[in-house]
T-cell receptor, first 117, second 113 residues
Framework: GAVVSQHPSWVICKSGTSVKIECRSLDFQATTMFWYRQFPKQSLMLMAT?????????EQGVEKDKFLINHASLTLSTLTVTSAHPEDSSFYICSARRPGGKDNEQFFGPGTRLTVL | DQQVKQNSPSLSVQEGRISILNCDYT??????FLWYKKYPAEGPTFLIS?????DKNEDGRFTVFLNKSAKHLSLHIVPSQPGDSAVYFC????????????FGKGITLSVRP
């Protein structure tokens, strides 16, 4: 299957700092990437849809000014958690949709564990 | 409001037996359903999917059944193996929804040797 990577795999930061998470599709070009957040024992919640070359589409309740998404190339999308607070601690997972694949087929990255102290 | 529900948080089965994982949904616009398997600290990996035009899809030891009238689907794993122990997520999407997936909370499957 297709490979999607995330970096870093885990990060610990102080409250008030900003953290950038990268999502890369390694062997295909992804015009669409998705960012999810998962709290313990909860489902993956879609935060936003990232489209290459255009603004991200955020789900209801997700603050676009707090979670900045940039999809500058066909293989890279970044999520920046600005002014992070302890309640932002979570597991952030990205996925990428491969062109030519099934409409609903998404390949997931390994996730990034964010801990805000 | 949970549109995809996995009401049982966990399931334990003996190796070699059948594992049946259930999923219910409320949104009648969903027409494509997927099962993902997830190990701790890893991203989900695709397992099997089914379109609403079918009621069964089989891939090796994995079979997914869809009952549209009941808005219910299930994943059958037979025979179950210890390596199947993981969290299984049911996900659904609607036609024209730009591939957006709605996930359930997941079921933790433990297969005892």
């Amino acid at each position: 299957g297709a490979v999607v990577s995330q970096h870093p795999s885990w990060v610990i930061c102080k409250s008030g700092t900003s953290v950038k998470i990268e999502c890369r599709s390694l062997d295909f070009q992804a015009t669409t990437m998705f960012w999810y957040r998962q709290f313990p024992k909860q489902s993956l919640m879609l935060m936003a849809t990232s489209n290459e070359g255009s603004k991200a589409t955020y789900e209801q309740g997700v603050e676009k000014d707090k979670f900045l998404i940039n999809h500058a190339s066909l293989t890279l999308s970044t999520l920046t958690v600005t002014s992070a607070h302890p309640e932002d601690s979570s597991f952030y997972i990205c996925s990428a949709r491969r062109p030519g694949g099934k409409d609903n087929e998404q390949f997931f990255g390994p996730g990034t564990r964010l801990t805000v102290l | 409001d949970q549109q995809v529900k996995q009401n049982s948080p966990s399931l334990s089965v003996q190796e070699g037996r059948i594992s049946i994982l259930n999923c219910d949904y409320t949104n009648s616009m969903f027409d494509y359903f997927l099962w993902y398997k997830k190990y701790p600290a890893e991203g989900p990996t695709f397992l099997i999917s089914i379109s609403s035009i079918k009621d069964k899809n089989e891939d090796g030891r994995f079979t997914v059944f869809l009952n549209k009238s009941a808005k219910h689907l299930s994943l059958h794993i037979v025979p179950s193996q210890p390596g199947d122990s993981a969290v299984y997520f049911c996900a659904a999407s609607a036609y024209g929804a730009n591939s957006k997936l709605t996930f359930g909370k997941g079921i933790t499957l433990s297969v005892r040797p």
